[in-house]
């Protein structure tokens, strides 16, 4: 098998995965699918400025990761472009996809600053190392392990909030209102402070 | 490299045995868990429920979606 063929057998393979980060990063499936296809397209197109034998997938994540963060600077120039009528827009809204026990923790991830939403989603869903989490994010190692820790301090935050219904007994709780609940507390209140 | 590389997780840690040993000290019985405590519990089930979602992800496989723009990536690549 070529090299070209081995680099591609890998990014076939690492399309689930890919997948599984994309979605919890934008919270929505449509734009993470979106996502992984511009990451393919453009790993394909790259495919000679692989390494061999350096890390596929750091390489791969590190695409999808830049890719995650210029839509996400384009839809936020998007929104202040309309005064900041469309704040809400920024954060996906609570959709209904996947199982339903999960739509609670996927608002929550909404309100994560999009640097410790990465962190926590390629550290602590993933399973990448801090190294590698570094590498794909273009920062020290230390970054990543303090926007960890306030991400994780943050959702927990969140998901304990009194409303949220979310007690340690039930964070898993699939009484889908508690999206609903957690999704008014994302700073989308442009209308009425606008007067 | 290749394939494996990419579907290798870490292990999947019960994160949730830690937090029975501790909390022996003067003061802490009989109160109910500390915050701190709590605290942890509820960071535990918070990384297990993101690794669950994660996983859920990922047993839905390849969509047909990226089947038929792989095909079609091929096909282009062939013709050259």
Redesign the interface.
């Known amino acids: 098998m070529r090299e070209e063929d ?1 680099v ?3 990014i ?6 890919l ?3 994309a ?2 990063l934008t919270g929505n499936t449509d734009r993470a ?1 979106d996502l ?2 511009e990451t ?2 453009r790993a ?1 197109a790259n495919i000679e400025k692989f390494q ?6 750091a390489w ?1 994540f590190t695409i999808l990761r830049n890719q995650f963060r210029s839509e996400y600077r384009k839809r936020k120039r998007e929104v202040e472009d309309v005064d900041g009528r469309h704040v809400e827009s920024l954060t996906a809204s609570p959709e209904q996809f ?2 339903v026990e ?1 739509n609670e ?2 608002s929550a991830l909404t309100l994560l600053p999009p640097e410790q939403r990465e962190a ?2 390629l550290v ?4 990448f190392s801090y190294e590698e989490a570094a590498e794909i994010c273009n920062c020290a190692v230390g970054t990543i392990k303090s926007r960890l820790n306030r991400a ?1 301090t943050r ?2 935050q969140i ?2 909030m009194p409303g949220s219904n ?1 007690t ?1 007994e039930d ?2 709780s699939s009484d889908s209102r508690n999206a609903m609940d957690i999704a008014t507390l994302a700073p989308r209140n442009v209308e009425n402070s606008e007067g | 490299m290749g394939a494996e590389s990419l579907v290798r997780r870490k292990p999947q840690v019960d994160m949730t045995k830690k937090e029975t040993t501790r909390k022996t000290g003067p003061g802490s019985q009989r109160k109910g868990p500390t915050p701190a405590a709590v605290d942890r519990e509820l960071q535990a089930k918070i990384g297990a429920q993101l690794r669950a979602m994660h996983d859920d992800i990922i047993e839905q496989g390849v969509p047909d979606r990226f089947q038929e723009l792989l095909a079609r990536l091929d096909q282009s690549k062939s013709k050259g």
Request: charged letters at 15%.
């Open positions: 081995i591609r057998e890998g076939i393979a690492a399309i689930p995965r997948r599984a980060v979605i919890s699918d992984v296809q393919m397209l394909y061999p034998g350096s890390n596929l997938g791969l996947g199982k999960f923790l996927r926590l989603v602590g869903a993933s399973g994780r959702l927990s998901l304990a979310a340690p964070v898993g």
